[in-house]
């Protein structure tokens, strides 16, 4: 990837079944994704593989160990019959600016909120990210996260794969393009029936479109 590409914090797969997911990805990339862990209070759990030295994959999904939560589960999960690849998220600081900017520019980022789960091994992450619930221009624009002084995710994510290409689909791409510019992100959209973000990958099985 380019420089632009190390700003790429990690893409988010969602499935209806963390197994499922995880299986999906493995058959794809030849990665088994590790655990990630819960969302305590969101209603979901994850596993990783990594793209990169600070970038990776999330596979998210319903966790049927805890009780349905008090707001909807992120990503329509809970409607979701699916697998697919739904959003990303980029690296930010400042996080409130940032999100100020953008509604000045008219692009409607979610309101900044923590998160936190806790890995396999007990290592406690906290984060800070802008409510990917907003799901602007249907994920292609992305959320922002600052994980503070929390280690990166990829740093003990499955490794194996590389991210190499994201471009994007949307029936009004050239509005998108524009409220992607904003951030200086300069993702290709090309204009199409359906939104989708498509990704390509390198894994051990060769170089695969994720979508």
Do not use: C
């Amino acid at each position: 990837m380019t420089d632009q590409g190390s700003r790429i914090d990690h893409l988010v797969y969602a499935t209806p079944d963390l197994n499922r997911g995880i299986e999906e990805i493995e058959h794809l990339l030849g990665v088994k994704a590790s655990a990630g862990g819960q969302h305590l209070g969101s209603g979901t759990r994850n596993a990783l593989v990594a793209l990169g030295p600070a970038t990776y994959l999330e596979i998210i999904a319903p966790d049927p160990e805890q009780p349905p939560p008090a707001n909807p589960r992120p990503f329509g999960l809970d409607t979701l019959r699916k697998s697919r690849l739904v959003t990303w998220a980029v690296k930010g600081t400042d996080l409130e600016r940032l999100r100020n900017q953008a509604a000045e520019s008219r692009v409607p980022l979610g309101d900044v909120t923590s998160g936190k789960r806790t890995r396999p091994d007990g290592v406690k992450l906290l984060w800070h990210y802008t409510a990917p619930s907003a799901m602007v221009a249907d994920g292609i624009v992305p959320f922002f996260i600052d994980w503070g002084q929390s280690p990166h995710p990829a740093k003990t994510a499955a490794k194996g794969a590389r991210l190499t290409t994201l471009r994007a689909e949307h029936p009004d791409a050239l509005r998108v393009e524009r409220m992607l510019q904003q951030f200086a992100l300069d993702i290709p959209v090309k204009s199409d029936r359906a939104p989708a973000l498509i990704a390509i990958i390198e894994g051990s099985r060769g170089r695969v479109e994720l979508r």
